[in-house]
């Protein structure tokens, strides 16, 4: 009977265990991001000040002050709705990328995408100063994944760039080569004409990125890539 026990119990937590090592690098940034939303809600409700631990602000960059945030600012959202676009957006995109180019090199990509994304922002605000076009300012705080987010999009828009996707609202598919610069463009404008606090200038970073490495990879493994584009464009 006790020999039982143990067993199931011994059962029960090799399953969680499989569970949480079968997740894929995207579900664990995922998990991650739910994670400090959930922490920051909590900061919120206690009237604790999380802004300068986990926000991105040019002006403290720029003084060596908080330089861990060019990192926590990726995995930090504040609204809900900011989260469950971001975090739905990643999961799809996210995990088709990271199925081609493999754990191992998404993690890396994806970090220093989002960190470049943050000091493209920071570079641009200390340049311009505060423009709701570009989405700089040097004291307003910035949170998000859309930096890293837009550099996966951007890979994927090189290495199978007829890919069709769908966007938002729209009914019917459009090609990853028109569907994310269009995205990205529809994201400036709504920020130039209503004020909105849009990181415009981050998400353009993080595209460079994804273009950058998709050369690369488009290069590195041109047989590779033909194989992907015949078999996901008919």
Known sequence: MNYRIIKTKQK?????????K?????NWIILVNVLVYISIL??????VNFVDYFALKPADILQGKYLWTLISHMFTHVMFLHLFVNMLSLFFIGNFIEKIIGKKRF??????????????????SALI?????????LSMPSVGASGALFAVA???MLLIPDLPLYVMFIPIPIK???AIPGILIFFAVLS???????GNTAHFGGLIVGLIYGIYLRKKYSNKVRMLNKIFIH
């Open 12 to 20: 029960k937590k090799s399953s969680a265990f499989r569970f949480f």
């Open 22 to 26: 079968n997740l894929s690098a995207t």
């Open 42 to 47: 909590i900061l919120i409700v206690n009237e």
């Open 107 to 124: 993690i890396p990509f994806y970090l220093i995408a989002g960190l470049i994304a943050g000091l493209a922002s920071v570079f641009l």
């Open 129 to 137: 100063g505060d423009s709701s076009f570009f989405g700089t300012s």
């Open 154 to 156: 951007g890979l994927m």
């Open 176 to 178: 990853a080569k028109f």
């Open 192 to 198: 130039a004409f209503s004020g909105l606090p849009v």
